[in-house]
């Protein structure tokens, strides 16, 4: 058998996560993360290396590391890399890679573009308008019904480009903030119907995940994000405080709907002679319409997800390496993926003040890491940390994440919640996280 070397695109529990599991394939012989973190070269049983100089945007830089370090995959985990055109430029360099060519992950990187592509293909989504400048926007907000809508940019956001408007005045204040997104993000932007049920309540959103090679397809697993900072979903809009997998709420028949959008999205863009290969996330929302429920898009991520990703890949019995390859060589329809049946919960470690200012944590030691990896059933995958001496340092917004499988989500919470309670930031306390992760899955197992 042929011996691989990987690389990940990534700096941050996603990628570590990926790397870990990459190693653990028989056909892996080593690996690299560019830029990779400290944590994740801990405890790895074969060679992990890291670049962390590197941004996941300098195609040229990795092109060159890739060749010198005779890599022969690497999972472009990283939208902006996507984005940056890194896939079509490993590509032509003769490297396999996972993930989709800077043109089809325009499905990500461009929201504009994705419901225009969604109009013309069917797929079920909000009513959309989309604007170039702010007045416009503001104008037919103004002549609009005083409804709750959602104003989202169009570019890469990190996750923090979307708002949510009960009234018109929200929506003119959240259309008045697209100009100060990171990276001219909301240059363009989207004014959207909020889908809400029949009663007014909001809907419920999921995720899935699947693996393609633009022809064929197959769903690797789905998760349920948890994106506002704080519990009950109050707070700032992040990266993701946590998530667990596999949702409740995505039952059978939620599945075949989800289902039914990759088919229709995956055939889509082969038809329009834009093949998508690689990973392919939906953001679903579970709606009650008439009496019945529907899942309308509400975005696709050209990528795994984070942190699902680190809720997803553990469960995964069917050798990554093998699933990867699979959807670059056009073979996805013959792989089967075989996950485990356990529920995972991840719990997001963060530095007190994120997605603001957290510069006071910044290189602080942080402790308890290693009594939290001892709980039973926990694993834990490094973000913001440096690693210096066998010590552990604070050095950026998401930290950290618990990951703890269970039986279900009541036993997965618990091992999570009891991980994270041994760790401790000098001079500051408890690293901030939500103490919710799971709640609607809660709810509907304690209901029962
Ligand atoms: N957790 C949301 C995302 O990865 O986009």
């Not at 560019?34 to 994740?40: R, S």
């Not at 070269?41 to 060679?47: A, N």
């Not at 004014?191 to 693996?211: C, Q």
């Amino acid at each position: 058998m042929r011996k691989e070397r990987i690389a990940v695109i990534d700096g941050g529990g996603r990628g570590h996560v990926l790397l870990s599991k990459y190693l653990k394939s028989n056909h892996v012989e080593s690996g690299i993360a560019i830029p990779g973190n400290d944590f994740m070269k801990i405890g790895q049983t074969k060679p992990a290396e890291t670049f962390q100089n590197v941004a996941t945007t300098d195609v040229n830089s990795i092109i060159s590391i890739c060749q010198d370090r005779k890599v022969t995959f690497v999972d472009v985990a990283q939208d902006n890399a996507v984005r940056a055109g890194l896939v079509d430029a490993l590509r032509k360099a003769g490297i396999r890679a996972l993930g989709p060519t800077a043109e089809a992950g325009k499905i990500e990187w461009d929201k504009v573009h994705a419901r225009i592509f969604g109009e013309r293909n069917a797929l079920p989504q909000p009513e959309f308008k989309w604007f170039l400048s702010e007045e416009a926007g503001i104008d037919e907000v103004m002549k609009g019904a005083d409804e709750p809508r959602f104003i989202k940019a169009a570019g890469l956001c990190e996750g923090k480009g979307s708002f949510g408007a009960e009234t018109r005045d929200e929506a003119v204040a959240a259309i008045k903030k697209m100009k100060y997104l990171k990276d001219n993000a909301g240059r363009k932007y989207l004014v959207e119907k909020w889908l809400r049920n029949d009663d007014g309540s909001n809907g419920e959103e999921f995720s899935s995940h699947a693996v393609t090679d633009g022809n064929g397809w197959k769903v690797i697993g789905l998760a349920q994000d948890h994106k506002k900072s704080l519990d009950h979903d109050r707070g700032e809009m992040t990266g993701g405080m946590g998530c667990v997998s596999p949702p409740l709420v995505a039952d059978g028949k939620i599945k075949l709907y989800a289902n039914d959008i990759f088919k229709r999205a995956i055939f889509g863009m082969g038809l329009e002679s834009n093949p998508y290969t690689g990973i392919l996330y939906l953001s679903g929302m579970v709606v009650k319409r008439g009496g019945a429920k529907k899942v309308y898009v509400i975005e696709f991520n050209a990528r795994w997800g984070d942190p699902e990703a680190q809720a997803i890949v553990p469960g995964i019995k069917t050798d990554l390496f093998e699933i990867g390859c699979s959807a670059v060589s056009g073979r996805t329809s013959s792989i089967d993926i075989v996950a485990d049946c356990r529920t995972r919960v991840v719990v997001a470690g963060v530095s007190p003040g994120y997605p603001g200012n957290y510069d006071v944590v910044r290189g602080r030691r942080i402790h308890g890491l290693e009594d939290a990896q001892r709980v039973n059933g926990v694993e834990l995958y490094g973000a913001g940390l440096k690693v210096e001496d066998s010590k552990y340092y604070a050095n950026g917004g998401r930290l950290f994440y618990v990951v703890a499988e269970g039986s279900d989500v009541i036993m997965a919470r618990e091992r999570a919640y009891a991980a994270i309670s041994h760790v401790f930031i000098d001079g500051i306390g408890r690293p901030h996280y939500r103490t919710d992760i799971g709640w609607r899955d809660m709810e509907r197992l304690l209901r029962e």
